[in-house]
């Protein structure tokens, strides 16, 4: 699914930026994002080892923001493109906010080519994850100059707010039970 711009974003280097999530077969999710631009004029962190951080979002990250239908209660996942990764809970709009606990770090996969790049993460099963989902998949783009773009599925009115329910609009049933 193609991410759009803020309508506040501007010019950007960004060509196209495309998101999607599905379900794994031990009922984790994988989530990728592919990123269509001029590479040389974004400020990308180099590949690391991946760790979970705090903060990425203030630089270019790749993020979705999980709950399910009629809760308050979600997660938000961020992954940047040296492999860091945050995961967070809430226990409602912007409340309650505390590190999600995971039995092993999601699994990040990131490939750079010259006008492209492509990041995957892998999440293990999660109690939160395993029925009726909505998702929204989103991304802050930073420029060498420090200019932040932000792209979602949906943009709520207003200023950005990846965290806004209305942003969730991706929808994904119910993992299928173990046979």
Sequence with gaps: MQLLPHPDAGTT???????????????????QWELAADLDALRLP?????????????????????GGPGLESYLELNVAPSGDWAMYRFDAYRQGMKPQALVAPPGIHCTRGPRALAISARLPPLGATSGALRIALCAVIETQSGTISHWALRHPPGAPDFHHAAARVLELAPALPAI
């Design 46 to 66: 180099a590949p690391a080892a991946g760790r979970r951080a705090d903060g990425l979002w203030q630089h270019s990250c790749f993020e979705a923001f999980i």
């Design 13 to 31: 280097p960004v060509t196209r930026l495309d998101a999607s999530v599905s379900r794994a077969a031990d009922a984790g999710l994988v989530i």
